[in-house]
């Protein structure tokens, strides 16, 4: 097997060290503050140590929705346009104010038994950045410093998520004793302009002491240019409405957060980083070509196994291929993942134009004319999906996911493929060709890319956009699009941007399309509060964006129904005429498929609602709810109880049911 390292956990240093060495370090490891001189002595243990950090930071994180630190929930994209669902925050018949809905992210506290939380995940940090350079000094100093980066870097992403769910925390950078007792352990919420500055403090720290680019062996350890781009996707978020109340009337935290992008923008490009490739067929083989191997477009990436043959609780495999394949693919696959009509109305037409009737969109034949970026996002009824197919049946890349119904019921139905879909599209951006489907995609070792160049292309977009620098913020956006093929003609479909806000719009635009499915809607929704417009938050950013607010909204999904009469379940009336059809972005007659596809769409079928909504409270269908209060979470009440000197945040309830004071809006 090769050997794999785990991009943020360098996993394969457990796994060949063995059950025998890391089983004891690991117990060790519950019992921190038991650690003596001789450990930090041992390059090897120090190894050990680091690896570890990596795996309690970033093991969980196995599918690309997943986000915040350690936990790596999916929830947060369902908030959002791009799944479909109702859970609580977004659901108008719950309201959510009072300690014991608060957030358990920022966890239990140290006197208790330790545990994977922010806080101890923090105090492992210090540990090594207080005594490497003491008790370790016998070990080489460039070692020491790729340690106390990789250190600084993990502490500040791990602020960075405290900050985005929380506002301000308390900032500890030492090792605490922990007591239930001592006043000197008792520090006060910082303000988010505090923990901001830690947060660059440490990114600084970690890009003087990181290595430009790591020896193959260690590829997926953190860079000096990651901490650089990391430290620009900080700034521009402190930039933004959520924290910045003066984002529309100053520019100093725009200018710094540009600042910083175009320092890590410079200093990746020097290492080989950039977009990778030239086409759309490039954009996407990037996300699975790579296999434990550098590409340019990978600033952060977590690196992950196809194997089994590890022991089974370190394994680490991509869970991502497996939730979006069709049950027809793999057997006993989930059965895909739904688009919204939302989203598969949402990207540009072929010549980067808006979908609009103006522009020839019909939503019916939704696949023609698109974005090349829409076929290798999104899979539908024709489309050549290829994978590894490993068990004992026909290869059949081509899907279909239509419905017919019973001619004995009205209300039975049979399912080509037996794909039981309802959305004329399903989500395919990041799967692999070669993935095989013998345990039902379950065990695939497809990379994530946490952070890819990209994004950085449009948060310096941003970031310009935001200063009224419209000309350089439609450059950065040109350049995504060029990336893919799409025509250069009127500035690649984006047109002239006539102000910051109209420009502002196009950059949140084609953050929606470029970065779908990869976990970052959600925080550029929260940053820029597109929810609804909320005075009493100092919140109009969907008025003057131009932006059509998202509460309100629902997510729909219809069946693709076969319109021409009815057939027995088991009986696909469509079997023999689709035979000849499959629609192949890379095809040489590409064109010709999706005309024929039209016609076949345009003679059989119809699109009907589901029995269920896609977004549905008790099957009635439900829009959108979420609460300006939930922009920044509350503490819960086992934070607040556990540090009594803890304010609450403003718009939640402490545990007394006293309104919250911390303000983390400046």
Known sequence: MKAKICTYIAMILLMVLGVSCSDDFLEDKKQYKYYDAEFFKSEERVNWYVNNLYYDFYDGYKTPTAVVVGSWTTTQTSYTEEIGGISAMINPNVTLENAA???????KTLVENPSNDPYNRIRDCNVMLERIDVDGANLPQTFRDQIKGQMYYLRAIQYFDLMRTYGGVPIVTTVQTPSKDDPSIKIPRATVGELVKQIVADLDSAAGLLPPKWPASDYGRFTKGAAMAQKARVLLTYASPLFNK????????WDAALAAGLAAEAELTSQGHGLYGTTARDWERMFYVNDNAFISEAIVIKLLASSTTVTPSLQSNNSWERSMRLASQGGQGSGGVDAPQSMID???MASGKRPTTANNYDPFL?????????????????SYWPYNNSLATAAAPTVWAYRWTSPTNANTFGFSMGNDVASPA????????????????????TDIMEYRFAELVLNIAECYAAKGDVGNAATYLGRIRKRVGIPATDNYGIGTLGDKYAALEACLYERRVELAYEGKRFWDTQRWMLYSDDAAINDNTNSKLGIPVINGTQR????????????AVGTDPLANARASISVDPDASNFQAQITAL???YTNNFVLRSPPTPM????????????????????????????NPWLTQTVGWNDGNGAAGTFIYQE
């Open 426 to 445: 399903f989500i395919r951006k990041m799967s692999s060709p070669t993935v095989s489907n013998a345990s039902n995609f379950q065990i695939s070792g």
């Open 556 to 567: 729909i999904g219809n069946y693709l129904h076969y319109k021409n009469g009815t057939s």
């Open 615 to 642: 977004d549905n409270v008790g099957n009635v269908a439900t829009p959108i709810s979420w609460r300006s209060n939930y922009y920044i979470m509350g503490l819960n009440q086992s934070a607040l109880v556990n």
């Open 101 to 107: 809905d608060g957030s358990g992210y920022f966890g």
């Open 246 to 253: 003066n984002w529309d009337s100053a520019t100093e935290r």
């Open 366 to 382: 939704f696949f023609k004319d698109r974005d090349p970026r829409f076929y290798r996002t999104f899979g539908f009824s024709g």
């Open 598 to 600: 039209a016609t076949f």
């Open 346 to 348: 949402l990207f540009p």
